[in-house]
């Protein structure tokens, strides 16, 4: 499954399928970006990040895509599993002086079993 | 490994009174970031500490002020709350620039 656009509030996948979520930025002097993934009452927790040298980053189960042309980023999830669902974050840097973030809108994750 | 310690996890309070949010960040992290989650809303930058100096400051309120201490805890006070106060506030450490860890919250509701 795929958020299609720019941005879809919520996002509903199959268990073991992959899932892809998108976000566009707004600063393209930003050099830093980050995913989080947030659970019901809990804290953003950091999945991946990825900074503007670089253009795809793979971690565990998770890729991110970094297009800057577009101000483009994605998250996409292998084998999405139930533990998945939750709502993720994409996050900006816009200077690298203060480490501030700037969050883009949330895309709820439901993974259907 | 140690996380970010937010206190206390939930408040109540009444309008017109103050709440004082704490923040024990990541040992030896330096830098501490402050923001807001309203209902179904992304986080909003409020302020940012590095070095117990104010390092950035977005959309906070006249009525909120913040301070880092001198063992790198971090405050927010607000005062003269109301109803639209009402949030998730989250605090974020790091030990350099751009990657933060949240803290799971406190949860303020202003009646």
């Known amino acids: 499954g795929e958020s299609v656009g720019l941005h879809l509030p919520t996002l509903s996948v199959q268990e073991g399928d992959n899932s892809i979520i998108n976000c566009a930025y707004s600063?393209?002097?930003?050099?830093?970006f980050i995913w989080y993934k947030q659970e019901s009452g809990k804290g953003p927790q950091f999945i991946i990040d990825i900074r503007s040298n670089m253009d795809k980053r793979q971690g565990q189960r998770v890729t991110v895509l970094l297009n800057k042309t577009v101000k483009h980023l994605s998250l996409q999830i292998a084998a999405t599993q139930p533990g998945d669902s939750a709502v993720y974050f994409c996050?900006?840097?816009?200077?690298?002086?203060?480490?501030?973030?700037?969050f883009g809108q949330g895309t709820t994750l439901q993974v259907k079993p | 490994a140690a996380g970010v310690i937010q206190s206390p996890r939930h408040l109540i309070k009444e309008k017109r009174e103050t709440a004082t949010l704490k923040c024990y960040p990541i040992p030896r992290h330096d830098t501490v970031y402050w923001y807001q989650q309203g209902p179904g809303q992304d986080p909003q930058f409020l302020i940012s500490f590095y070095e117990k100096m104010q390092s950035d400051k977005g959309s906070i309120p006249d009525r909120f002020s913040a301070q880092q201490f001198s063992d790198y805890h971090s405050e927010l006070n607000m005062s003269s709350l109301e109803l639209g106060d009402s949030a998730l506030y989250f605090c974020?450490?790091?030990?350099?620039?751009?990657?933060?860890?949240f803290g799971q919250g406190t949860r303020l509701t202003v009646v």
């Open positions: 600063n393209s002097a930003s050099d830093y």
């Open positions: 974020a450490s790091s030990s350099r620039v751009n990657e933060a860890f």
């Open positions: 996050a900006e840097n816009p200077s690298s002086n203060t480490g501030k973030l700037i």
